[in-house]
């Protein structure tokens, strides 16, 4: 397992990111960090140069885990359940640009807020409507061969996908072998009865994974046993990124993120 780091191409419209702006000087404080990777948030692909993020990939030596996509619904309202035709089918072709954006830097294409929420609505006719359109885009991704990864969100965020079994249960209706899970540790010890036994059973769908703790600062600053949760990471053969998503809390951005990666780093060579 290697480390990872979210931050962003252009100012975030939320709050979770340990770095917000600047790509360049993003990912060379995750590298001066230690980090192996960025995970970086992009709301429009085409304002994105994929030659310009290569040569800095290649430069300063780090490499693309994950692209997120939540921008877009956050600013420009796409989501993949929305009643406004034009805008569900805007978050298919968004999505589609991120799935050419990470054929070209790398990275699986997170499915998180781009969902879209139930609201008042059946529950089922939304599901209907973003199997379909997950669908759609994984069929698209394929060509690519690009992964994409739904993120479980926590109630208070989304009234749609809470927990990893009712996100797993998507998964298998979607039925492609480049679609799988993302579990968060933030989200996790909100919804989950038990963090470990939920990274068990839905180990063989598992590509992706982000930690905060529980009050989504660095991990070490709450109550989550990350020992034990990268304990049962190892006993499954997770071999993906770990992901720091978290507030740049305590102590502004790069100190939360030098925290952030010397705690993990202890936890991942066993001390």
């Known amino acids: ?3 990872s780091l979210v931050i962003s ?3 975030a419209a939320f709050d979770a990111l340990a770095f917000k702006g600047d790509l360049e000087n993003g990912m060379k404080m995750a590298k001066n960090i230690g980090y192996d990777a960025v995970e970086i948030a ?7 140069d994929p030659e310009k993020i290569n040569s800095l990939k290649k430069e300063i030596g780090l490499d693309i885990s994950a692209i997120g996509t939540g921008q877009a619904y956050l600013a420009e309202k796409f989501s993949l359940t929305s009643e406004d035709e034009k805008l569900r089918s805007g978050a298919i072709e968004r999505l589609k640009e991120h799935v050419e954006l990470s054929s070209n830097i ?7 807020l781009i969902r879209g929420m139930v609201g008042s609505r059946k529950k089922e006719n939304v599901v209907d409507m973003f199997v379909e359109g997950v669908r759609e885009v994984a069929e698209y991704a394929k060509r ?3 992964k994409l990864v739904i993120e479980p969100l926590n109630r208070y965020e989304s009234d749609f996908l809470n927990t990893a079994d009712e996100t797993a249960q998507i998964i298998e209706s979607i039925s492609m072998d480049n679609v799988g899970l993302l579990l968060d540790t933030f989200h996790m010890n ?7 036994g939920s990274i068990r059973k839905h180990k063989d769908i598992l590509m992706h994974f982000h930690v905060a703790d529980s009050n989504r600062w660095a991990p070490g600053y709450g109550h989550i046993d990350f020992r034990s949760i990268f304990k049962t990471l190892f006993e499954i053969g997770y071999d993906g990124y770990i992901s720091v998503e978290c507030m740049p809390l305590p102590g502004g951005t790069e100190f939360s993120s030098k925290k952030a990666y010397e705690y993990l780093s202890k936890i991942l060579n066993g001390r």
């Open 144 to 146: 690519f061969g690009v």
């Open 1 to 3: 397992m290697k480390l």
């Open 9 to 11: 191409t252009s100012d």
């Open 106 to 112: 790398g990275g699986l294409v997170i499915i998180g």
């Open 42 to 48: 992009v709301r429009d692909p085409k304002v994105v």
């Open 190 to 196: 909100i919804e989950e009865r038990n963090i470990e």
